[in-house]
């Protein structure tokens, strides 16, 4: 089955510094692959989507940007950290070989931006 | 008008009662539904894809209804361990996939 990896999964980081969360897929080839904020007591915000390596849709402008730079891994990335960024980053995978409607989930990091 | 809705709850009900969640759409385009349970400060985990004739999995019976763009989820003989936010979520079948904000349960001994 297909598993969704996080890490870290939890990070305290102070305002204005960088910031690199790794999300990585296993068990399925060419997903989509999306990247959601939650923050405390809310639902799910789309941040962004990839259907392919190199192929990044941003759904809110931000500060935060992402990368895939292969099939099955998918970064988020800051340079400059907001008290605002602060939440629950989850990673998502849906379609691929194995699984075609049903988006899975990663374990998540929980981010707290001082 | 948002995507997909749902009432955040709170739902408090005692233990052995039954419960039912509401979830509406607005893309008619719309092809598959889900409904997702997240426990408090974990990520969301699919409880059962729901299917145009409805589907039933134990104790949670989930219904679909396309003219009036809603979905539904039934829990009977609810347990103190089914206390969790329910999300429904809505796909067309391509990348585009919206979930609600989540219901609210909390099972009462």
């Known amino acids: 089955s297909q598993t969704i990896h996080q890490w870290p999964a939890t990070l305290v980081q102070p305002v204005g510094s960088p910031l690199s969360l790794e999300c990585t897929v296993e068990?399925?080839?060419?997903?989509?692959l999306y990247w959601y904020r939650q923050a405390a007591g809310r639902g799910l915000q789309l941040l962004f989507y990839?259907?392919?390596?190199?192929?990044i849709s941003s759904e809110v402008p931000q500060n935060l940007s992402a990368s895939r730079p292969q099939d099955r891994q998918f970064i988020l990335s800051s340079k400059k950290l907001l008290l605002s960024d602060s939440g629950f980053y989850l990673c998502?995978?849906?379609?691929?070989?194995?699984?075609?409607?049903?988006?899975?989930f990663g374990p998540g990091t929980r981010l707290t931006v001082l | 008008r948002k995507e997909v809705e749902q009432d955040p709850g709170p739902f408090n009900v005692p233990e052995g009662a039954t419960v039912a969640f509401n979830c509406t759409y607005s893309?008619?385009?719309?092809?598959?539904f889900f409904w997702y349970r997240q426990d408090c400060r974990k990520e969301p985990k699919l409880l059962m894809s729901?299917?145009?004739s409805g589907n039933e999995d134990g104790r949670f019976t989930a219904q679909l209804n396309r003219a009036s763009q809603y979905i539904s989820l039934l829990i009977r003989d609810s347990k103190l361990s089914d206390s969790a936010t329910y999300l429904c979520?809505?796909?067309?079948?391509?990348?585009?996939?919206?979930f609600g904000p989540g219901t609210r349960l909390s099972v009462l001994p």
């Open positions: 979520a809505v796909n067309d079948y391509g990348q585009n996939f919206v």
């Open positions: 998502a995978g849906q379609g691929g070989r194995v699984s075609y409607n049903e988006q899975f």
């Open positions: 729901v299917y145009s």
């Open positions: 068990g399925t080839s060419n997903p989509n």
């Open positions: 893309n008619s385009a719309s092809q598959s």
């Open positions: 990839s259907v392919g390596i190199g192929q």
